[in-house]
């Protein structure tokens, strides 16, 4: 497409989160936020008004037939991630779906092949990958100033009040642990050769609360993810993530819990988020914002998004998967 033109973008899935991917497309330039769609007629209805969005779907085999529509984000819950994004890469549109890409390694092989036979373009929705943070330590690991990786651990811990509305859906493991199993595997290029898990489940939801995975590389190195959602529900943190990675000849320490703001007020401490979505004064500005800028740059230029893949998306979801597997069975999985 023209590099002139906005691209014009849909929202499928109304969640929490497709309603903050569908509030960042409205206040983006050279973005338009052309359709949206939901089961739920009300909240659809909602949503559009508020943005002023015309083009309205229920059935989002409607929204994908819409010619008007260059791209979609997928919002869904995971387990409509395989059918929807297969349906709109065969569509043509370009695709960018939300993480974990699918609930299995089946189903994300079925979305892989799907995406290298279509034209459109398909990205899933890593966003750490694009938090400078991150991609400064990258770069660092690039340049050779930490040696060869041996080790790494990273923690991602929420409060259980925010695990009560999601562990219905997903484990702590694979909802926000996926995170760091992708960058680890990310900064190391190397891939998975055994994992071991544990899991806890303290609540009352359908999926454990957390848990921790190890799992040694192919190079050699130990990665161990932790991710727990059962802070107390008046931690300050908006999210306690940490990673560090240690290599031959130095080391590195990502802190994103702690953003640069405390605020103390009658209710207590709180540490909001000012990276990833933050909304001051009524505009959003923030890294999920880098991630659409990057994704419709893509688009505009026709190049096909190499920040991540496909294949890293799925080999993500394989360790999370094998860290479940193991922590079920209490066996060491080999890939």
Not at 94 to 122: N, R, W
Request: hydrophobic fraction near 40%; include cysteine.
């Amino acid at each position: 497409m023209s590099q002139s033109k906005s691209v014009r973008w849909g929202v499928i899935g109304l969640g929490w989160f497709g309603e903050v991917h569908a509030d960042n497309l409205s206040e983006m330039p050279d973005i338009e936020l052309a359709a949206l769609c939901t089961r739920r007629p009300e909240r659809l209805s909602e949503v559009a008004d508020r943005l002023g969005v015309k083009r309205r779907y229920t059935d989002y085999r409607e929204l994908l037939a819409d010619p008007e529509i260059d791209v979609v984000s997928i919002t869904t819950h995971i387990n409509d991630h395989r059918d929807i994004a297969i349906d709109a890469l065969r569509s043509g549109k370009h695709v960018l779906l939300e993480k974990p890409m699918a609930p299995t390694v089946e189903d994300c092989e079925q979305i892989v092949e799907a995406a290298s036979k279509a034209t459109g373009f398909l990205m899933v929705g890593h966003i750490c990958r694009f938090d400078p943070r991150v991609t400064m330590a990258k770069q660092a690991i690039e340049e050779g100033r930490i040696g060869e990786i041996i080790s790494m651990h990273a923690r991602r811990n929420l409060s259980k009040e925010i695990g009560k509305t999601v562990l219905d859906d997903i484990s702590a493991l694979m909802g926000d642990g996926i995170h760091d199993a992708d960058l680890m595997l990310w900064f190391s290029q190397a891939k998975v050769s055994t994992v071991y898990a544990q899991e806890v489940h303290p609540g009352q939801n359908k999926y454990p609360d957390g848990g921790w995975s190890i799992a040694r590389l192919d190079n050699g190195a130990v990665a161990v993810v932790e991710s727990v959602w059962h802070l107390p529900e008046k931690t300050p943190y908006t999210i306690d993530a940490r990673l560090e990675v240690l290599g031959t000849e130095g080391a590195l320490y990502i802190n994103c819990g702690e953003a640069g703001l405390a605020i103390h007020d009658a209710n207590g401490v709180k540490m909001p988020d000012t990276m990833y979505w933050p909304r001051p004064f009524g505009n959003y500005f923030g890294v999920l914002q880098e991630e659409l800028r990057y994704f419709a740059k893509c688009v505009r230029k026709g190049e096909r998004p190499d920040r991540i893949t496909p294949a890293e998306s799925c080999a993500a979801v394989a360790w999370m998967a094998a860290a479940t597997e193991s922590s079920q069975t209490g066996a060491i999985v080999t890939f």
